[in-house]
């Protein structure tokens, strides 16, 4: 990951931008602990100067342009930290490790039941999490188990209008914060359809809507300009469903 939603409009910007914008860039580890109004200060603009600068360049605003920033600077400092073997199955053994310590037996038991009882399970996930929701589909599909993949990005936003009773959404997010997500999450809870959702343990706006949750461990889980971001611990919650929905199906 490197810089270049910053300077990919540069000659477009006017003087006073572009020397935001070269601030920025030449002090990166500097401005993910500066607020706008410190670097208005700085450079001797207004605050309004670098809030516009931030949506000129398509972030929500400034916040956003800084936690782009800020995964720029950690994924750096990661690349010039030398892992050992030894370390890299450690980090690995860790995630599995602590999503296996959230686990509740009597969570994951209502959920497997709010499963198998839908009438249909849609399943929702965008981006790097796409691959596993299509393996929970697949192997639902395999247990006889009735769900729909949705892929296309267009029927995720018009699925909320056609949800009906006894139905229910699976979605899957890293961060909890995806916006197409949190969107059929809001519509289909509006509707008082059940939400299951996959996500990590964190304080995000995906487990405050939903009414199932599974949560995994993750080190990081801003997911929007960074999808290199392990989804070991999605992975291990996937499997653990359909572990246990084989199993129910044998007995």
Same mark, same amino acid.
């Given at each position: 990951m490197d810089l270049s939603k910053l300077t990919e409009r540069y000659s477009e910007l006017t003087?006073?931008?572009?020397?935001? =914008?070269?601030? =920025?860039?030449?002090?990166?580890?500097?401005? =993910? /602990?500066? %607020? $706008?109004n410190e670097i208005a200060e700085k450079l001797y603009v207004s605050k309004t100067s670098v809030i516009n600068l931030s949506k000129k360049l398509g972030f929500d605003g400034y916040s956003e342009l800084r936690y782009y920033v800020k995964d720029y600077v950690q994924n750096k400092k990661k690349k010039d930290q030398i892992l050992s073997f030894q370390d890299i199955l450690g980090n690995i053994h860790g995630e599995v490790s602590k999503t296996l310590a959230l686990q509740s037996e009597k969570n994951i038991k209502a959920i497997v039941e709010k499963i198998l009882?839908?009438?249909?399970l849609y399943i929702v996930a965008r981006g790097a999490s796409e691959p596993i929701a299509d393996l929970l589909s697949s192997r639902l599909a395999l247990l006889k188990v009735k769900s729909i993949l949705i892929r296309d990005p267009n029927l995720i936003d018009v699925l909320g209008e056609g949800l009906g009773e006894g139905e229910t959404i699976f979605v899957m997010s890293l961060s909890g914060e995806t916006e197409k997500i949190l969107n059929i999450t809001k519509a289909a809870r509006a509707r008082s !359809? &059940?939400? =299951?959702?996959l996500t990590s343990f964190s304080n995000n706006s995906l487990?405050?809507?939903?009414?199932?949750?599974?949560?995994?461990? $993750? +080190? +990081?889980?801003?997911?929007?300009?960074? &999808?290199?971001?392990? @989804? !070991?611990?999605? /992975? %291990?919650? %996937? /499997?653990?469903? !359909? %572990?246990? !929905? +084989?199993? /129910? @199906?044998k007995e």
């Open positions: 003087g006073l931008e572009k020397k935001i =914008i070269e601030y =920025i860039m030449t002090n990166s580890e500097k401005v =993910i /602990h500066l %607020t $706008a009882n839908s009438k249909m !359809i &059940d939400v =299951i959702a487990q405050k809507l939903a009414n199932y949750n599974m949560f995994c461990f $993750a +080190d +990081d889980t801003e997911t929007k300009y960074n &999808d290199l971001i392990s @989804r !070991i611990g999605l /992975h %291990t919650l %996937t /499997h653990i469903l !359909i %572990t246990y !929905i +084989d199993m /129910h @199906r």
